[in-house]
């Protein structure tokens, strides 16, 4: 199995079913009585409650007169629960149930509770025509469109509602009521703390606009026609959108050898993520070091990959790593070089895997846009796969002042550069895409075309503070001033869609990296739906350019570094989104970005990779390499020493703000009750107690 698919086992043990078993998903006393109401009105007296735990569901109605027979993938010793498997499709094992609960008897309800969610996309489509060959008229199913607990450890596909209705029409339902047994949704507040932190970050995105309908949601059904499985498995799968990960793994050839994928800097997950699609799930493991991590960025990341059962080692110091077991194995970093703590975490831990037989990739994770002072970049990784030429020429050619010297930007020989693509880039070409529509869940005949807006702050970076108030009510006036556009705003990965809450919500999605990681929605599928790209000068230029989507670039203050591109007021850019004559020029620009920074880019990605890594190494382990691992190693040890010595400053420096304005409210305050009527009444009587307190002392 791949790396990308939900082990079941890695998190349903016995320990959980023992739980189900003591427990139910559902309030006893108002889910039960509902059901049971429904069974009257549809003049059934029979359930079959599929995925059901221990029967708990079942015991509760069979009280009232209502026989029952229950389902679930591991049913317990001694219990009368029939095991099955609702994520694999088998005629027999469903002719097993069939013959179970007797449709010769009569009339029955069909359930489904608290499981779908828990499905592995790969797995939907057999999961719904399971449930289409149970049921004999009447289903009635649970969905949550939110992540679980613990990191949504447990919910493996988070669709919108109306995506999930289009499923089960593929199957030949048909849609009787939403959101019935509507006194057993739950709307609430989640409380804050780090167990539910994830949560409440995706209530403040609420990508899907759902969250006010409160959940599970709970939905009937009727099976009105068998639909032919084969093309109603295709559909599905466009629709929860696993169907092009087939040409992925038709291109990719993985061998036996182990994969070890380095996370050390949020960024990375983007560029690691799309590998998981092609690599088995027992040749994989993943390398984090949490200090380079936004956390949580971390906490998704580290459930999606539990929930996956890959094997994930976190890591403080490269020396504990297993490198006796890596020797011959491959290592993939997505953001490593010799500039910055965050890419320095990932020098590192290359450099060392080199030494102990690892052949080391480094995907390109953006542009360099200028030098930096008084460093050099270079990379400690084997081979380097790029989007083309651009990195070489601009870090080998161009010149900066070092120590009263001109020195080229990098270091990065030819025999180091492979310029094949990107994986991300390369999941860009393979169509088709459910539309945003089918991935957001909004109507998409309010809307005449889509617009992402990306959006980074600066955070005083050059001397500039982009992202403010003023900001985003430039932001919100823009969106309001277009209700026929869909506005996808996408922060970037080190920001929140948080600090855009108060934007128009009627047709905005506050789409941000976490919110992704937790859907396990990457924006390589969502920016070919995408009509207009606006953003700031940044690598989603050509993100955007891949796919062949204007651009329009807005000033932000900062330098603009990279070639070709002209950027206009945020204030202007209204009119590129009526302007058709604009819209022309604006994709000559994403042309010529292409063109300029993404020429190796296309659909055989996976091809040109699989190749390369059956060609033997051409830098061997040498003097250079040990040298570099050896200066690596103390670099971290320097730079961890002096991040920790600034990062005790700046909470210094907090803790002196923080005393600053308390001292300035006390002085406010201290004025305020002088002025007061009741501080000149009182004068009398502080002069008598302050003569008093005086004779005492004396």
């Not at 493991?285 to 936004?294: H, T």
Request: charged share 25%.
């Amino acid at each position: 199995m791949y790396a990308c698919v939900t082990d079941y086992a890695a998190i349903y043990n016995d320990a959980y079913r023992k739980r189900r078993g003591e427990h139910t998903s559902f309030d006893r006393t108002v889910l039960p009585p509902l059901i049971l109401s429904y069974c009257r009105q549809i003049e059934c007296s029979r359930l079959l409650d599929v995925s059901g735990g221990q029967g708990g569901l079942g015991r509760l109605l069979r009280e009232q007169g209502i026989e029952s027979v229950t389902t679930d993938v591991s049913a317990l010793p001694g219990s009368e629960v029939i095991s099955f498997d609702l994520s694999r499709f088998s005629e027999a094992a469903v002719d097993d149930i069939l013959q179970a609960i007797d449709p010769t008897k009569g009339a029955y309800l069909t359930t489904c509770f608290d499981v779908l969610e828990h499905i592995d996309r790969e797995h939907v489509s057999d999961a719904v025509s399971n449930l289409q060959r149970l049921t004999n008229r009447y289903l009635a199913v649970s969905i949550s469109t939110r992540p679980s607990a613990h990191d949504n450890l447990l919910h493996a596909t988070l669709l919108p509602i109306q995506t999930w209705i289009r499923v089960f029409e593929a199957v030949g339902f048909r849609l009787v009521e939403l959101d019935a047994f509507s006194p057993a949704i739950a709307r609430r507040a989640f409380p804050v703390n780090d167990e539910l932190k994830l949560i409440n970050r995706w209530v403040a995105a609420d990508i899907f606009a759902d969250v006010s309908a409160g959940e599970p949601r709970y939905i009937i059904f009727e099976k009105v026609a068998a639909k032919d499985r084969s093309s109603a498995s295709s559909q599905i799968n466009l629709l929860v959108d696993v169907s092009y990960r087939a040409e992925k793994r038709r291109q990719f050839s993985h061998g036996a050898r182990g994969f070890n994928l380095s996370l050390h800097h949020h960024q990375e997950w983007s560029l690691l993520r799309p590998l998981l699609d092609v690599i088995p799930r027992a040749q994989a493991r993943f390398l984090v070091r949490p200090e380079g991590v936004e956390q949580d960025t971390l906490r998704a990341v580290r459930s999606f990959l539990t929930r996956c059962g890959v094997q994930v080692i976190e890591y403080d110091d490269v020396r504990e790593l297993p490198w006796s077991e890596m020797k011959g194995e491959v290592l993939i970093s997505g953001a490593e070089s010799s500039v910055g703590w965050g890419h320095l975490l990932g020098y590192e831990t290359a450099a060392i895997a080199r030494l102990h037989g690892c052949t080391t990739y480094l995907l390109q994770h953006g542009i360099w846009p200028r030098a930096f002072e008084h460093r050099v970049v270079t990379f400690a990784s084997e081979r380097v796969l790029t989007w083309g030429r651009e990195d070489e020429h601009r870090l080998n050619e161009r010149v900066h002042r070092f120590i009263s010297t001109d020195v080229p930007w990098g270091a990065f020989p030819s025999e180091q550069a492979f310029p094949i693509g990107s994986a991300k880039f390369c999941d860009q070409q393979f169509g088709p895409f459910p539309g945003l529509d089918i991935q957001f869940g909004h109507d998409p005949s309010k809307f005449e075309q889509s617009v992402l807006v990306g959006v980074k702050d600066l955070r005083g970076r050059w001397g500039v503070r982009n992202i403010g108030a003023e900001f985003v009510e430039n932001l919100g006036a823009l969106i309001s001033a277009h209700p026929t556009t869909l506005f996808v705003i996408r922060p970037h990965p080190s920001d929140s869609a948080e600090t855009f809450s108060t934007l128009p919500r009627s047709n905005t999605v506050l789409f941000d990296n976490l919110a992704g990681i937790v859907a396990d929605l990457p924006l390589s599928r969502v920016l070919p739906n995408i009509d207009l790209v606006l953003t700031s000068p940044s690598s989603l230029m050509v993100d955007a350019a891949v796919s062949s989507i204007p651009i329009s670039v807005y000033d932000t203050g900062q330098p603009i570094e990279f070639d070709g591109i002209s950027v206009v007021p945020f204030e202007a850019i209204g009119d590129h989104i009526r302007s058709g004559t604009s819209m022309m020029n604006l994709k000559a620009m994403s042309e010529q970005i292409r063109g300029r920074y993404a020429e190796a880019v296309d659909d055989t990605f996976y091809s040109k990779f699989s190749g390369l890594l059956e060609e033997p190494s051409r830098n061997p382990v040498d003097q250079y390499v040990a040298a570099s691992a050896s200066l690596a190693v103390q670099a971290v040890e320097q730079a961890r020493t002096a991040k920790e010595a600034s990062d005790e400053i700046a909470a210094l420096k907090k803790q002196l703000v923080q005393v600053r304005e308390r001292m300035t409210t006390l002085e406010h305050e201290n004025v305020a009750m002088r002025n007061s009527t009741g501080w000149r009444i009182s004068g009398p009587l502080r002069n008598i107690i302050k003569t008093v307190r005086g004779r005492s002392r004396s």
